[in-house]
């Protein structure tokens, strides 16, 4: 079989990511806005070639003066910087229904190789009869690396915001029928 093309459901699936506040609670936000395009052969996944970019703009931790915030010079500064880009390098078989997807990331106009550790859910039909494909993809960064390096040192040592920014991803795709 031959490589075929998909586009994320964005109605259904999600970009998340959470991070330490203060050393002792992680804070989550999503971003509400993305797209996504694969390109892979559903009987062997190591084809699979992505496309991905987010809106900056969108992040909501549900908090609406944290997310300003967020998306101020101090951090994701999305005036200048309104898109978070993602294109794969590479899909390797990890074992079964797993993979390590790797590929650039470019965030806060910063590029750097990351590799999310990705589960393969399954496929089937919806009920209009599309052919639709869901994953679960995890992975860390280290903020400062992309240049986000605001912070604030606490009273009694420590920072209000740690470096490690873990992301989980909850995709599901449809076959495009050209």
């Known amino acids: 079989?031959?490589?075929?093309?998909w586009e994320v459901d964005a109605d259904h699936s999600s970009v998340e990511f959470s991070v330490t506040h203060?050393?002792?609670n992680r804070i989550k936000g999503v971003f509400e806005h993305f797209q996504a395009s694969l390109n892979f052969d559903p009987n062997d996944l190591t084809t699979m070639g992505i496309q991905a970019s987010i809106d900056a703009n969108s992040i909501t931790t549900r908090q609406s003066q944290r997310d300003e915030h967020l998306k101020s010079d101090d951090f994701l500064h999305a005036a200048k910087y309104p898109t978070i880009t993602f294109q794969s390098t590479s899909c390797v078989l990890a074992g079964e229904r797993q993979y390590e997807l790797?590929?650039?990331?470019?965030?806060h106009g910063v590029t750097k190789p990351i590799t999310f550790h990705t589960v393969f859910e399954g496929l089937n039909k919806d009920p209009r009869g599309r052919e639709r494909v869901g994953f679960h993809s995890t992975a860390s960064i280290e903020r400062n690396e992309f240049g986000l390096t605001f912070n604030s040192h606490l009273e009694k040592g420590g920072i209000v915001v740690g470096n490690e920014v873990r992301i989980?991803?909850?995709i599901e795709a449809i076959k495009i029928v050209d």
């Open 168 to 170: 989980e991803l909850y």
């Open 102 to 107: 790797t590929g650039n990331l470019t965030l």
């Open 1 to 5: 079989m031959s490589n075929i093309n």
């Open 22 to 24: 203060l050393m002792i």
